[in-house]
């Protein structure tokens, strides 16, 4: 099973600011099996960015995913307050399954 | 448009079977193009995929979870199911039924989940 790892656990700055958030896989993955999404508390998962770099339908440009093989960041350039909350990446392989990093806290500074 | 909606008992005893129904409205689970998935969620933990199944009959499950996991589907409902076999307190989670587009092996459309307690 590809497990992933993200990067930091938490992440604590001010409105504004530039957010990286890191994922990184155990083995190479497809990068059109490879997503982001936004979770708040009490809600679902959103989805955010699905192909490492596409935006899914609504998600804001300043939302923006790169990456390919092991490591995959996810970028937020100017924090709203509206996007703190829990990332997760997520990808999709062989078996088939599907992994989720253990998130990371986006947390105001 | 689509939504999904969990319903479940809440609350079991370990040993138990633990069954969970998701009702798709708004679309058509054998429309195609489309896997339907349940995955869980530990209290304050991430996300754990438990299965998936496509309309005509293909079923997948996680391979820690297959042996007391079976997934089924009513179309003239429109709803699938989750059935867990023997349950102990580590199956507490919130569980949520999820759709992926077959492309590209994204969640786009997620229920708003359902919180089930082991509990004797």
């Known amino acids: 099973e590809i497990v992933l790892t993200q990067s930091p656990g938490t992440l604590s700055l001010s409105q504004g600011e530039r957010a990286t958030l890191s994922c990184r896989a155990s083995?190479?993955?497809?990068?059109?099996?490879f997503a982001w999404y936004q979770q708040k508390p009490g809600q679902p998962p959103r989805l955010l960015i699905y192909?490492?770099?596409s935006r899914a339908t609504g998600i804001p440009d300043r939302f923006s995913g790169s990456g390919s093989g092991t490591d995959f960041t996810l970028t937020i350039s100017g924090l709203e307050p509206e996007d703190f909350a829990v990332y997760y990446c997520?990808?999709?392989?062989?078996?088939?399954?599907?992994?989720f990093g253990q998130g990371t806290k986006l947390e105001i500074k | 448009q689509v939504q999904l909606q969990e319903s479940g008992p809440g609350l079991v005893k370990p040993s138990q079977t633990l069954t969970l129904t998701c009702t798709v409205s708004?679309?058509?689970?054998?429309?195609?193009?489309?896997?339907w998935s349940w995955i869980r969620q530990h209290p304050g933990k991430g996300l754990e995929w438990i299965g998936h199944?496509?309309?005509?009959?293909?079923?997948y499950y996680s391979p820690s979870l297959k042996s007391r996991v079976t997934i089924s589907v009513d179309t003239s409902k429109n709803q699938f199911s989750l059935r867990l076999n023997s349950v102990t307190a580590a199956d507490t989670a919130v569980y949520y039924c999820?759709?992926?587009?077959?492309?590209?092996?994204?969640?786009?459309?997620w229920g708003r989940g359902t919180l089930l307690t082991v509990s004797s």
């Open positions: 708004g679309g058509s689970i054998d429309s195609g193009g489309y896997y």
């Open positions: 199944f496509y309309y005509s009959g293909s079923t």
């Open positions: 997520q990808q999709y392989g062989p078996s088939p399954s599907y992994t």
């Open positions: 083995e190479s993955v497809s990068s059109s099996y």
């Open positions: 999820a759709r992926a587009y077959w492309e590209y092996w994204y969640f786009d459309l």
């Open positions: 192909g490492a770099s």
